[in-house]
């Protein structure tokens, strides 16, 4: 799943059996953690004997005992995920896994039960699960997910082991995508780039017929030739921004496509087997032809710009606009 390092925390924590009652796993949507906590379950419920686990690899568990087919096809009565409903964890919900923790296990050795984006957990069941942190019981094991440590109660957090998740590394992610979507290496590549570190995204996109994104998010601006479209250049950059900004979930994708063409550019002279849109290796060569690298890093450092203003919630709409006349008036020039 391309997390190491978390691996081997968690394969640290079953070998000394030194297992804690609460997990905390955070880290952005989409890098395994829901994944990781469900093997964790069955590493810790596996019926198979050490050494008929297969892979010695990755004999954490079966995968084929009763236990792991049941936890994996989630129908497991002791494996429990506690969802959002309407974006919010609210205090009933918790109250039945309070419930549910008073009696024993049905046939898990620990029970596990994952509350799935505890960020949402509203003030008054955030303190209902206070009181299970408190006196976990001994059977049980709680993990929790998240975005980030600090969108929790800190006496939450301080009751948890923490265990950091890293967007996943491009290559990683393309390695997946090729593997489990069939997608050609170059255009795993391509949707890697785009998805940030973010398996679900890189999905989203895999599906999102992004080959036409990225084709509009390059050619609407002239960047597929290096000169903008025939039109007034201000009246076209600022409909190109109203447009980049129409669809809200995909912006920051189509920045990071931006950014890859603009690398692709600027790579390309050079070390041409680096490039990473290669289907396109025809438009990048005409744009490079009147793109010098003076120009190319200024165009680089406005999409760059908005990148970080829109990641740090800047107004969506100004910043585009503004990247986009900054980057109609280098292309004109
Ligand atoms: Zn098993």
């Known amino acids: 799943m391309g997390q190491p390092r978390v691996l081997s925390i968690v394969r640290r924590l079953l070998q000394r059996s030194a297992v804690p009652h609460a997990l905390l796993f955070t880290g952005i949507e989409g890098v395994g953690k829901r994944t990781t906590a469900r093997a964790f379950a069955m590493a810790l419920n596996c019926r198979a004997a050490e050494n008929d686990r297969g892979d010695p690899a990755e004999q954490d568990f079966c995968g084929r005992c009763a236990e792991c087919r049941r936890i994996a096809g989630d129908s497991h009565p002791d494996i429990l995920q506690v969802n959002p409903q309407k974006g919010i964890l609210r205090i009933d919900q918790v109250r039945e896994v309070l419930a549910t923790l008073a009696l024993k296990p049905f046939s898990a050795r620990r029970r596990v039960v994952i509350f799935a984006d505890a960020h949402t957990l509203n003030p008054e069941a955030g303190n209902a699960l206070l009181k ?75 599906d999102a017929h992004w080959e036409r994104q990225r084709d509009w998010v390059i050619g609407a601006i002239g960047l597929d030739r290096g000169a903008p479209p025939e039109e007034g250049c201000t009246t076209m950059a600022l409909a190109y921004a109203a447009d980049l900004a129409r669809s809200k979930d995909l912006v920051e ?81």
Request: glycine share 2%; net charge neutral; proline share 4%.
């Open 132 to 206: 299970v942190l408190e006196e976990p019981p001994d059977d049980s094991v709680l993990i929790l997910t998240a975005r980030q440590r600090s969108d929790l109660l800190p006496t939450i957090v301080s009751r948890c082991r923490h265990i950091r998740f890293s967007p996943l590394a491009a290559d990683v992610l393309a390695a997946l995508l090729s593997a489990d979507h069939g997608l050609e290496p170059q255009q795993a590549a391509v949707v890697a780039q785009a998805a940030e570190g973010s398996y679900t995204r890189a999905l989203a996109l895999a």
């Open 253 to 333: 994708a189509r920045l990071e496509m931006l950014k890859t063409w603009l690398r692709d550019l600027s790579v390309r002279p050079y070390a041409p087997r680096g490039v990473i849109n290669q289907d396109r290796a025809d438009a990048l060569d005409a744009a490079r032809a009147r793109l010098d690298d003076r120009r190319l890093l200024a165009l680089w450092d406005a999409v760059e710009q908005a990148h970080k203003n829109i990641a740090a919630n800047g107004n969506l709409r100004l910043t585009l606009d503004v990247m986009a006349l900054r980057m109609a008036d280098l292309l004109a020039a």
